[in-house]
């Protein structure tokens, strides 16, 4: 027989339910005044324990509102009384905010370190928070399969930079980060598995194989290299200039995160780089991955190097200067993105125009669901890609055409496996004969193809043409116009001359 001691009171602060009420420490009201339960803040405090030790509402800004209940008071910091029943289950009791008895063992505060935040008596208080984290991690590495190169290295950079200068050698607060950023990571791969399965057995999956198993020939390696000789061309000189400031000025206000942006960048060069030792995932790296996601780094940097120079100026006593200086970056900013529309070349790059718009509505109601249409295209690559509106026609009128999405033929096994290559082989076909050739004919009758889409663009922004609408017109017992507005003509083709 076991018996359990009841006292008569409720020790708030020894994690055993003392008065046998099933309620233990905080959770029973009779502790609802101890001095082990009552709640306070855990933002960043102007006033505290540690000799006002001075801490950052954020990058370079100091906190300017108390937290700490006591010290330094007045002002008061926040102070909560029977904390379960208003802020609900899950948050912990304290004696202070930043000194004392805490429930969750971390007082939410550590001025010293300038470390806020840490009033959680679980990861079940912001697992609201830690989810949400996991579902946008899941969300990028959907979106985009190199994701996890710029996500890895972001943290390495964060820890060491930023945790390693506030955490120091607490190793609590490094273990609870670290099982946080954990959690963020198995909520993601779970939430990615589902659709992940799908790369069993698929060209990135092989790919992945391959990098590691045969590696990357150093020509390929350094051929990816050679392209981070040209950054102006993805990025203007004064955009790296700028962030070149920042830098040196980040440097001298010992502002590391921000100095350390440039080592985020320098640690996906040195991944993509190690694809010559086989490390894995690092062939799928290139060059080109890097440098039009290097505005990441320099944005970040540029706007830090902006909110310090406008707080600066908010501090002084020529505040009249801010206006116009707000003024000036804003036209500075409208000319040159003025300057980059015109180096468009619209005749050339523009697929998609009004006038297709209005075709594409007209092919989904005037035509059946099972039409299968030829659009302009052009060999690129090993695969083909397409030349004008026609491309887009399975998003802009749900009806099918031959002429996949590159990235699909890029990255995706075909089905059937020589789809890809059947898709180029025609191509070249109508690159090399009439659209009115019989041998042509024949290989669309094959295809099943039933209706021809010439777009406004009439295929130039490709290499060339497949046809004209003026060529097709010389055939009426082939192809009968169907629609002809502002240089768009849709055809089909006359299920008779497939019998012939």
């Known amino acids: 027989m076991q018996y359990e001691m009841c006292y008569c009171d409720e020790i708030c602060n020894d994690g055993v339910d003392n008065d046998c009420d099933q309620l233990i420490d905080c959770k029973d009201p009779s502790c609802e005044e101890s001095q082990y339960c009552l709640e306070f803040g855990d933002a960043p405090d102007s006033t505290n324990t540690w000799n ?11 906190a300017n509102f108390p937290t700490v ?35 969750d063992g971390i007082n939410n505060i550590i001025p010293p370190s300038d470390t806020p935040d840490q009033d959680s008596i679980s990861l079940r208080k912001d697992w609201a928070g830690l989810f949400l984290a996991g579902m946008v991690l899941s969300g990028m590495l959907l979106s985009y399969y190199r994701m996890p190169f710029f996500y890895a290295t972001f943290i390495i950079v964060l820890l060491l930079f930023w945790g390693v200068p506030k955490w120091r050698f607490n190793w609590r ?9 954990f959690v963020i990571g198995v909520i993601g791969v779970v939430l990615f598995i589902p659709w992940g399965v799908n790369l069993i057995g698929g060209n990135l999956a092989n790919a992945v194989e391959a990098g590691v198993t045969v590696g990357t020939p150093a020509t390929l390696v350094a051929s990816r290299l050679k392209i981070l000789r040209n950054v102006t061309d993805y990025v203007p000189i004064f955009s790296w200039m700028a962030a070149v400031i920042a830098i040196i000025y980040a440097l001298l206000r010992k502002n590391w995160i921000a100095a350390a942006l440039p080592v985020w960048f320098a640690l996906l060069i040195g991944y993509m780089a190690g694809a010559g030792f086989k490390l894995p995932f690092a062939n799928m790296l290139d060059g080109f991955a890097i440098m039009i996601a290097v505005y990441i780094p320099l944005a970040l940097l540029i706007g830090w190097l ?18 116009i200086l707000s003024l000036l970056i804003i036209l500075i900013s409208a000319w040159y993105g003025w300057q980059q529309r015109l180096l468009l070349d619209l005749p050339k790059h523009t697929l998609v125009t009004s006038p297709d718009l209005r075709a594409m509505a007209w092919i989904e109601e005037q035509t059946p ?19 004008d509106a026609g491309w887009w026609m399975p998003l802009l009128a749900e009806r099918g055409n031959m002429l ?48 021809i889409y010439n777009g406004q663009q009439q295929g130039k922004a490709g290499r060339s043409s497949l046809y004209s609408t003026a060529e097709l017109k ?14 768009v003509s849709i ?5 008779a001359a497939c019998h012939r």
């Open 173 to 181: 607060i490094w273990g609870h980060n670290l099982l946080r950023l």
């Open 491 to 495: 055809f089909t083709l006359n299920p």
């Open 306 to 323: 902006l909110g310090e120079i406008i707080s600066r100026f908010e501090k002084s006593k020529n505040q009249w200067i801010l206006p």
């Open 474 to 487: 010389t055939k009426p017992d082939l192809f009968t116009q169907i629609y002809h507005q502002d240089r």
């Open 369 to 387: 669901e099972e039409a299968f249409f030829l659009v302009q295209g052009f060999e690129y690559r090993q695969t083909a890609a397409g030349s």
């Open 52 to 62: 006002n030790a001075q801490m950052t509402a954020y990058t370079s800004v100091l």
């Open 69 to 103: 209940w006591l010290a330094g008071s007045p002002p008061y910091g926040p102070c909560h009384y029977n904390f379960y029943a208003r802020l609900g289950t899950e948050i912990s009791g304290e004696q202070e905010a930043d000194t004392g008895y805490d429930q």
């Open 404 to 451: 996949p999405p590159q990235y699909a033929q890029f990255n995706e096994i075909p089905r059937p496996p020589d789809f890809t290559q059947r898709v180029v082989d025609l191509i070249t076909l109508l690159q090399e004969n009439a659209i009115t050739d019989p041998i042509s004919i024949t290989r669309l009758c094959e295809w099943g193809i039933t209706h």
